[in-house]
Structures are given as structure tokens and as C-alpha cells.
């Protein structure tokens, strides 16, 4: 891409201004400045782009697809601009110019087009798939709005539309000549030819038509962009309405719905008809489009496809993307059964995010069938043929067919689709595949154990250091040099200044700055002024009762009680600070948020308390947000019920900043205490192997530790008595915990929360060693860059060159 000096930078600054928004540098707005930056990078970027395009159809290279109903991708501006090497050019411009960068930037819309964890995961996967130079590019929906906005109302939720497309999105172009016809509903018949094959016919279909928007994604200082593809749902220009024209409007917006809004739950399945016919959207446009353009560019038999294409599934939800393949190859492109399943069977990859079963996807069968009648008749196909192989060819397991088969007691099974079609299954830490091959899908582990594999998550850390940390970022390169840029493993060579006190301070200043900015964000969002000199103790994340929000909660409880036991004792003032999204329909995560803030208020007001803990909740957590916190966390709560989160990716965002994770030895925790050593990182509670044996035992008796453990009443206790809000306000809380026997073990690893707490502030109190603590977690962070990720997806399942 081109360089461009300070001047010549200004320069087509001017011009852009000029031709774009009539206005001089002088009379321009921060919305004008944005867009005309905007529009340089497009230039840079389409260039690029067709480049890149034209170079790997030259060179006829494999391709990895990457199909997710999410990407969480945020602001793009900063990113862009890093990795087209225009960033420090641009910030120094403007800053001449008297101009704030980051203002300018932050008139970019956050693109919240996903709820969380898999979301941002494809996001930083793309990033980093560009950044390595592989031709990889991803497919989801242009929702019309992505993720709600949350306000706080007296302490409540509530969900505004994020209406991110308001004003123009400048990194999208919409490629109508590119656009695709799928067809849901109706009815399929089918006839015998005379060679014996069958044709099916399908009649009374409703057409709709899949736009696509193409945002680049620019590689890091390597000129290779490869394509985010969001597809947008249109009616078709030629699509013939009965009746007047308040039915063809009625019938438009119909349809505009399928890509209407993005659904907010995380880890929870909405079994709703019009999600699955998002899912359906997102495949059978994504994979028609990758059928034409293989036989367009490649011109070779439509037989070699799975030689040239993966697809990668981003947990069930493109699951669909099996039978449609399978649809296309056999009724359009002539292939028999056996050819087909060869050629689908070696294309998709799945992987799996989850084992909580209220996350596992199943879909009642008569909701595929109205979805798309053929594309349930070849998951039933898939499903006998499956059922008798396993029949035919594993005796041992015939009484383990009901549990296997895709389909029964009438519902789709989503994930033993996804396994019976995919070559490859993978878990996203190195705990969360050993519990997937021996609990959640060990029967099908048995059949075919060279399917599953691990590919432990990373984050791109040219986000969530280069970008959002400059400070940090600047230290390590004039203390190590540049070369961790692009190879992040370097930032181990940071190990040479363990015992270098002048780094050291360097490294706490760096921190202190990062806190006082948030402390600015703190007090203009909520009016809530911290100590910077507190520690910045973080719980970001989405709110869900096994991320256990409120042990954390009945800790603070715990403590609050204490200085009112004792006011003179002394503690280590703390800032706690948490940032969630409730699904709206999550009574109890609800309920969780109203007691954060009552719990704020009457502890931040407490005059015994005297600013020595806060407790603060930002609204509306994003991926912006979330790049205003990570640099500045010094203890990262991750806190799950051990086997319940799958990896966590917000634990590597705060390491790599410098924060010691406080956690339990769940999902990638147990990696990152591998790595820095269980000297630099404080671990509590039940193991997942305990977790499970109480689970597959009934659970454990938490009436017991409630009636027996004084420190735990007292903490319950307070949930029920007027401590924080009159008129039993959170009895919900309190008796969903107890009447259900604590199936997040709340109460089990209360104590030992509270001690390790207790640990983790005693070792503050020595500030040397809290600093190297955090200079080791930075240094074995380059381990978590999905860099590391990428490279290891590319070798093992997506064989690219
Ligand atoms: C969301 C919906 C359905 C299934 C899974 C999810 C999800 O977001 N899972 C999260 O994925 C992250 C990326 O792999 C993991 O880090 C989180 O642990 C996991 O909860």
C-alpha cells in the first residue's frame, strides 16, 4: 500500500475534504476529518484488495471460509490504519493540524454485530488470517441492527436499537451485481429418469434475495486484504405481489427482517423460526456464492472443490451449510449421493464453543422442514445413512445409536450434524477439548477420534495492545525492539528486565497513566470518581449466572460487611469495575445488574467505607469500551464454574495489558497459569473434575454450607434483608441459588474466592513484585495472540499454503 509522507498525507487530506464534503481542513468537523480518512484507506484498500484477488486466482490458491451468523468487529479506523502503515502518519497530521486523533476516530459506530466471546473471536481471526498472508475470507449477516444498546434506568437494563447504520458505513460496498437468490419454503417433489437418478422439483418457493456488502480486511504491512462478505436480505425486483401496494411494502419488510436485527443471546439458544431462517440465509448465500466463483475462476470440476475450499463453522449456527452443499452438488450439479458426501465431508470443519446444554442447538423438525423442505430431506438422509454405518459398522455401539442420531424424538440435533459432516472438530482450549472428546460428545469421540482436536483462542494483539495500548506498546518496542510485532512469541525477550527497576517503574507508570484515563471515562459515564491509586479490579463480560457475576458480587458483600464490622481495619483501597449485557429475556442476569448497582450505592456512599472500595458498572460494554478498560485492569476476574466457559478470550486482552488474572482453573485460565507460573496468577476453587462429579452425582448439598458457614449466610443473607434495597429486592436472587441447589457452586467457592482475594491484596502491598508479575504475564502473552491460533488452524485443518 502506499507510504505517504506528513505532507503528502495532508495534502490528499485536503483534497478528500474538498471533493467529499466541500469544506476546507479549517471548517471541517471531527465527522468530516473521519469520513475523509475513511475514504483515503478505502482508495488504498480496494486497490489492494482487487490485487490480492487477482493474485490468488492467478496462483489458484486454497481457501479458508470462514462462516459465523457473528463478527464483533467494533471501530475499524485504528486498525485500518495500522495495518495499511498509515496510523503514526495520520496521528501526527492531525495532531499538527490541533486536531484530538482519538476523537476523530471516535466518530466511527461501533459495529456490535455479535454478542460476545464468538464473535469477537472471528473478528480477531480475520485480522489475524490477513496478517499472515493466507486467502481467507469471512461470511456473515449485515444485520440492520447488531447488538442492543444498554442504558441503566435506576439500575435496570434497558435495550435500545443499535442503529449503526444510521449514517453511511464507510468501510462497506454493496455488490448488488453479486447478489443471490434463496429460496425457503414451499414444496419438493420428485421424479425417477431414466438412468435410474432422481430429480427433485421444487415448487411454491419464496424467493429472497441475498445482498452482499464487502468490507476489506487489511493484513498487517503486507498488502494482502482479504473479504468480510455480510450478506443483506432484499426482495427481488421481480418479484410479483397480489394485491395492492401496502402488501408489497408489508411483503418488502418481510423479508428486510431476515436480516433485520441480530438475536442478543449468548450461550443461551433462541429457538425462534426467524433465526433459523437467518441461519439458512447465511449459507445458502455464502455457499452458492463459493460454488460460482470455483467454477467461474478455477474452471475445474466442480469434484475438486473441497481441494481448493475449507469452510469453517463457527459453532452450530452454519451448521445448515452441510445439507445446502450436499443440495447444490447433487441437484444442481448432477452428482450422485457418494460424490456429494466426499466432497462436503472434506470442505467443513466445526467448531464448537460451548458445552452448556442450553447453548446446544436443536430445532424442532417440522421448523427445518417449513424452512427449507429439501434441505430437511437430505438431513434425514444424512441421518439413515449415518445410523446404519454405525449399525453395520460398529456393533460395539448399536445400543448408542438413539444418542447418536442427528435426528430424534423429532428435532435436529445441530452439532451431531456439524460432526457427522465435517472432517475436523475442535475445542477452543486445551481443557474444553478434553472435556468435549470425554463428556459432551464422547460417543462420537469413540467413532472417529482423528476428528477432534484442540485450537486453543487467541486475540489479534494489534488491537488489543498496538492499538489500544500505545504506551505499553512504545515501551516494549524501545526496550526490545519491533520484532514482536510481528512475531508476538518475541515478547519474551521482555525477560532480560525481570529484575530492571528502571523498567519496572517504566512499566507501573504505564499502567497508572492507562488507569487515570479510565478514571476520566469512569466519572464521565457514571459521575463516580475513583483513587487511580486503588487497584482496578475487572469483571467484563457477558452476564450469565455460570460466569458468576454474583460471587463476585457476594465477595464485595463480604468485604463491605467487614469494614462495618471494623472501620478501622485496613485494607487496600479497591475500584471494582464491571461491564455486562444481560440477554434480554435473563431474568436472573437482570437481576444480577440491579443488585451491581445497589450494592454501588450504598457502598461508594458509605462514609465508614470512605473511598477505600467503589464499585462501579459501565453501561453499554463494547468492543470500544472494552479498549478504554483492558489497558488499564490490574486484576482480571475470571471467575466461571470450572468446565463451564470454553475458553474466555477477555482473560488473554487483560494479561496481555499487564492485569494478573484472579480466576478458576477453567477454559484457557488453565493455560495462562501453565504458562506464567502459579507464582504470577491467582487460582481458587473447584477443579472442572470436581465440578463434574458433583454433576453426574446430583450436585452438592448447598443448604449445608449456607447454614453451617457463617461468612456465607451473612453474605446470602444480605440479599434477603433491607442491607441494599427494601422490600426483599433480590429474594429472586437469593432463593434461585438456594431452592436450586447452586448449580454454579456460588456458595462452594465462596471461601476460598475470599481468601485468594485476601492473598492477591497482600501481594499488592509490594509493588516490585506485583510489576513483575505483570511484566511476566505481558512477556508469555505473544502465546495468545490469535496469530498463534491462525498459524495452527492453517497447518493442521485448513492445509494452506
Ligand atoms: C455463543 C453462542 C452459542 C455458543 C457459544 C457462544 C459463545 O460466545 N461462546 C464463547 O466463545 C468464546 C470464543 O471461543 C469463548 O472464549 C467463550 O468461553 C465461550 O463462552
Known sequence: MKTYTKSEFRKVLETKLMNKRTATLEESTDNDIFYAICSILKDEINQAGVDTRHHNIEAKRRQINYLSMEFLIGRLIESNLLNAGLLDVCNEVLTELGRDPKKIYSEEND????NGGLGRLAACFLDSIASLGYMGNGFGIRYRYGLFEQRIVNGTQIELPDNWLQEV???????IEEAVPVNFGGQVTSEVL???????????????????YDVGVVGYDNDN???LRLWSAELPHDTIDHGDNKNRLEHMQSVERISGFLYPDDSTEEGRFLRLKQQYFLVSSTIQT?????????QLPVTDFHKYHCIQINDTHPTFGIPELMRILMDEEGLGWDDAWHITTHTFAYTNHTIMQEAL??????????????????????????????YEAHPEMRDKIGDLAVISNNVVHMSKLAIVGSFSVNGVAALHSEIIKDYTFNDFYKLTPEKFNNKTNGITHRRWLMTSNPELSNLISDTIGNNWVKHPQELTQLMHYYNDDAFLDRLAEVKLHNKKALKEVIYNKTGIEVDEHSVFDVQVKRLHEYKRQLLNLLRIIYLYNEIKRKPSIKIQPITFIFGAKAAPGYHIAKEVIKL????????????????????????????TLAEDIMPAAEISEQISTASMEASGTGNMKMMMNGAITLGTMDGANV????????????????????????????GYRAEDIYKTDSRVKNAMDALINEQFGRNYAFNDLYYHVLTNNDPYFLLKDFNSYVDIHLTAMATYQDKRKWNQMSLTNIMKSGQFSSDRTIQQYATDIWKLN
Request: include cysteine; charged fraction near 25%; charge should be negative.
Open 111 to 114: 459495529a456490535g454485530l455479535g
Open 169 to 175: 458505513y464507510p468501510w462497506e460496498t454493496r455488490r
Open 194 to 212: 431414466e438412468d435410474g437418478n432422481l430429480k427433485f422439483t421444487y415448487s411454491n418457493q419464496e424467493t429472497v434475495l441475498a445482498v452482499p
Open 225 to 227: 486484504v482479504n473479504q
Open 290 to 298: 463459493l460454488i460460482n466463483q470455483f467454477k467461474e475462476r478455477y
Open 361 to 390: 442447538e436443536k430445532w424442532p423438525v417440522y421448523q427445518v422442514q417449513n424452512v427449507n423442505p429439501r434441505i430437511f430431506m437430505i438431513i434425514n438422509e444424512i441421518n439413515e445413512r449415518f445410523c446404519k454405518s454405525v
Open 596 to 623: 451491581i448497582h445497589a450494592v454501588a450505592n450504598v457502598v461508594n456512599n458509605d462514609t465508614d467505607v470512605d473511598n477505600r472500595i467503589k464499585v462501579v458498572f459501565l453501561e453499554n460494554y463494547n468492543v
Open 671 to 698: 493455560e495462562i497459569a501453565e504458562l506464567v507460573g502459579k507464582e504470577n496468577i491467582f487460582i481458587f476453587g473447584l477443579s472442572s473434575e470436581e465440578v463434574i462429579n458433583y454433576q453426574l452425582n446430583g
